[in-house]
Each structure stands twice: as C-alpha cells, then as structure tokens.
C-alpha cells in the first residue's frame, strides 16, 4: 500500500516542489542560513541581500540516520513538542487504520533506501496527504536528513498548466515511477479532465494539454505537450 501511496504522491510533490524551489531556491534572495524554532514551529530561511526572511509555519516530519538505520517520525521526537494542530498526525492514523507500519511505528527501517531516498519517500507522502504542503529537507554534520512540513499562503499553487506539469512529471522521474495513477490523481486533485488516447492519456490544461504513452507495465515510455496561442 506504501508503494501505491508514492505513486500517487510522484507528481503532486514534483509540483509542490518545484514551485518552493521557484519561490525560495537557487537563484531566489533566501540565500542565508536556514533556522526552525520548535517551540514557536516557524521555519525561517534568510537572505544576505537585505530581504526579509522567508517565515512559514513548520512541523517536523521526521528524520533519517544512516547510523541507526531508521526513520524516526516527528510525533515520536521527545525533543519537538507538537504544535497544537498536528497535520502529521493524520499519517499517523492513516497507518494505524490501515497496517501501514511504515507510517504507523514511531521508528522504520530504511531499509535498502539511502537516508536521503527514505526522507524523500516520507516527505512525498506528506504532500499527497496533508492537501500540497511542500517540505524543506535538510542535512545534519552526522548524516541525518529531516523533513519539515511548511504552510504558508504563498505556497498555494498557481493554476495548472501544461508547461509546468511536463516539467514536474520529468523532476518526478528523477527520484521514483510514475503510473497512469500517478496522472489520474494528480489530474483530480488540480480538477482537470483527462482524456483517453492509444497507450496513454491526455491532460487537458487551461494553457494548453500535455499527452503521456506508458507501457504494458505501465511505465511511462514518452510524454508530450502543446501550449495554446496567447491571446
């Protein structure tokens, strides 16, 4: 079941991604250091330009060790006290309702994931099923990596469009599958139509449409799009 859950996560935390980047990446005035106040739960990250720091309101996720070779949820961190609307929570449950182990137990094997790979993986599930939320990732000196979840009105996505969802379903590719179920939830969630072809399917987009082809196992084998004239 974990696995159907990071099908249908690939491209909606591709997009979420894709556009913190946009917004706080490289090439962005959030240049300076970064700082998460557990007791507040706001995460900052400065600039060394003069701007103002970024501020979003933070939960931890989790964090993955390579020396212990688990995932320890946020909700099982004695160190970080829940703030008192604990979205994460609602992985947790999930996992309890449904003997999702990986979700359920306050520590989880990487197993053959890289700590990096594994955090990944949670924070892709995080933004599926906490409704967009983007995730920062960052890395400690002694290899952990921990995920905070961020909410804030300038995260909301802009509305769809066939440029960014070919460029997002590229980035998701980068780090796991997509399915048709990868489309056809993504594609639901951001209420566009989608449209059966030979070997695939079409999203039809405001701007314009974008065409994916995938093989008998169901692997994508080409993707394509068209983007209508400005008026």
Avoid: K
């Amino acid at each position: 079941m974990l696995e159907d859950m990071l099908l249908d996560a690939a491209i909606v935390q591709a997009e979420v991604q894709a556009y913190l980047v946009d917004l706080i990446g490289d090439g962005t005035p959030y240049d300076g250091a970064w700082n998460f106040d557990a007791e507040t739960h706001l995460f900052s990250l400065a600039s060394t330009s003069g701007v103002a720091p970024f501020v979003a309101r933070g939960e931890l996720l989790g964090a993955a060790s390579p020396e212990c070779e688990t995932w320890q949820w946020g909700w099982a961190n004695p160190d970080f006290p829940r703030p008192a609307e604990y979205g994460i929570a609602v992985l947790r449950d999930y996992g309890e309702q449904n003997g999702i182990a990986e979700l359920r137990d306050a520590e989880v094997p990487l197993g053959d994931a890289t700590a990096r790979e594994f955090a990944w993986r949670m924070g892709a599930i995080a933004s599926f099923s906490l409704g967009f939320a983007p995730c920062y990732t960052f890395a400690l000196e002694d290899g952990i990596v921990g995920v905070i979840v961020l909410t804030d009105q300038r995260l909301q996505l802009p509305a769809p469009s066939a440029p960014r969802l070919l460029r997002c379903v590229g980035e998701a590719l980068q780090t796991m599958p997509v399915a048709p179920r990868s489309v056809y939830v993504w594609a639901a969630l951001r209420e566009v139509p989608v449209e059966q072809i030979p070997g695939g399917m079409r999203v039809v987009l405001p701007d314009g449409q974008a065409e994916f082809l995938f093989d008998e196992h169901d692997r994508l084998i080409n993707m394509s799009g068209q983007v209508l004239p400005s008026a």
